[in-house]
Antibody, heavy 117, light 110 residues
């Protein structure tokens, strides 16, 4: 069955960096792009962008250009989200999701990133 | 970029029907059929319940239905049940290969 398994919770200080991993299984990795979605505590879903698992090209939503970077390691079929220069407002749950055509049938379990001094 | 517009909350009694609206523009909902809806219970992962305006994934009850008119999409829950109490989010493809979510609607079953 299709699963996307994400890395565990992170506690970081402001200014640090964090990398969240997303390891899909149960389907051909290169058949679907991986999207990233943010949900701040008590808030709604925000689409961050996606990375093509064939070309490695990434598309970022306007609010996520600059400190956010998507990457792939095709040798271990894993996608990554890296956030640099962390701010307290980056505290959120980050989800990866398999693209099925601009909708997401399969999601990772979410990774909680807490930024606090 | 602004989110799609949803009412913050909708409520109904068991057995009733409710409709959640999702208003966008002619750069997203008005021009594309890639409208989806997600259900999210507290502390849980979002679950796809409608895709491509009015299609239900396997396993989603028939009481969930979607539609679109102009720049507004709608999710209707017919025969509201207690387990339908959750947050609901719409999403739409937006011009230039981007996606937008709505702000979310909290559904309360009275």
């Amino acid at each position: 069955q299709v699963q996307l398994v994400q890395s565990g919770s992170e506690l970081k200080k402001p200014g640090a960096s964090v990398r969240v991993s997303c390891e899909p299984s149960g389907y051909t990795f290169s058949s679907s792009s991986i999207n990233w979605v943010r949900q701040a505590p008590g808030q709604g879903l925000e689409w961050m962008g996606y990375i093509s698992t064939t070309s490695g090209n990434a598309k970022y939503a306007q609010d996520f250009r600059g400190r956010f970077a998507f990457s792939l390691d095709t040798t271990v079929t894993t996608a990554y989200l890296e956030i640099s220069s962390l701010r307290t407002e980056d505290t959120a749950t980050y989800y990866c999701a398999r693209d099925s055509g601009w909708y997401f049938t399969y999601w990772g379990q979410g990774t909680r990133v807490t930024v606090s001094s | 970029q602004s989110a799609l517009t949803q009412p913050p909350s909708v409520s109904g009694s068991p057995g009733q029907s409710i409709t959640i609206s999702c208003t966008g523009t002619n750069s997203d909902i008005g021009d594309y059929k890639d409208v989806s809806w997600y259900q999210q219970h507290p502390g849980k992962v979002p679950k796809l319940i409608i895709y491509a305006v009015n299609n239900r994934p396997s396993g989603v009850p028939e009481r969930f239905s979607g539609s679109k008119s102009g720049n507004t999409a709608s999710l209707t829950i017919s025969g509201l049940q207690a387990e339908d109490e959750a947050d609901y989010y719409c999403s739409s493809y937006r011009r230039s290969a981007t996606l937008a979510f709505g702000g979310g609607t909290k559904v309360t079953v009275l």
